[in-house]
């Protein structure tokens, strides 16, 4: 065994959820500018977009919401855990309820904006379980039912 050092460059939490989805829109855009002239006779111009969106910067928007959804199942799961008014951290996840609640605060916001987006619109969510909105109005169940801190 020898010392090492470990430099990750691509954390992504509560804090910081926001700024991940600009930098996609963002991606997305010069991409679509990138490729802008074959808009007309590409067909499913912005499906290519989302692939080429993806191998660029390794996540496209469907994936992005797959992670939503993935971290913000495990946050309503533990509200439903802790339980009104419980401070202590829960051995399953380390996460207090403040810090739950923090997070499924952020990934409502950030999912709001997600899905009027109209590019995301484009997505074929049909597959999704469950839908974008569905998921938005869990979220938004649990920060209504849960006491403020």
Same mark, same amino acid.
């Given at each position: 065994?020898?010392?090492?050092?470990?430099?990750?460059?691509?954390?992504?939490?509560?804090?910081?959820?926001?700024?991940?989805?600009?930098?996609?829109?963002?991606?997305?855009?010069?991409?679509?500018?990138?490729?802008?002239?074959?808009?007309?006779?590409?067909?499913?111009?912005?499906?290519?977009?989302?692939?080429?969106?993806?191998?660029?910067? $390794?996540?496209?928007?469907?994936?992005?919401?797959?992670?939503?959804?993935? *971290? @913000? =199942?495990?946050?309503?799961?533990? /509200?439903?855990?802790?339980?009104?008014?419980?401070?202590?951290?829960?051995?399953?996840? $380390?996460?207090?309820?403040?810090?739950?609640?923090?997070?499924?605060?952020? *990934? @409502? =916001?950030?999912?709001?904006?997600? /899905?009027?987006?109209?590019?995301?619109?484009?997505?074929?969510?049909?597959?999704?379980?469950?839908?974008?909105?569905?998921?938005?109005?869990?979220?938004?169940?649990?920060? @209504?039912?849960?006491?403020?801190?």
């Amino acid at each position: 065994m020898e010392d090492t050092i470990s430099i990750n460059h691509n954390w992504v939490n509560g804090c910081n959820l926001a700024n991940m989805w600009h930098f996609l829109q963002q991606e997305l855009c010069a991409v679509q500018q990138e490729v802008s002239e074959w808009r007309d006779t590409m067909p499913d111009w912005h499906h290519h977009c989302q692939v080429i969106m993806k191998s660029c910067s $390794g996540i496209n928007f469907e994936e992005f919401y797959q992670f939503l959804k993935v *971290i @913000a =199942e495990r946050r309503l799961l533990l /509200v439903k855990k802790i339980g009104p008014g419980e401070l202590q951290c829960s051995e399953d996840f $380390g996460l207090g309820l403040q810090h739950t609640i923090f997070d499924i605060s952020r *990934i @409502a =916001e950030v999912l709001a904006s997600v /899905v009027v987006n109209p590019d995301f619109q484009r997505v074929d969510t049909s597959r999704f379980l469950p839908q974008p909105e569905d998921l938005l109005q869990q979220l938004q169940e649990a920060l @209504a039912t849960t006491e403020p801190l």
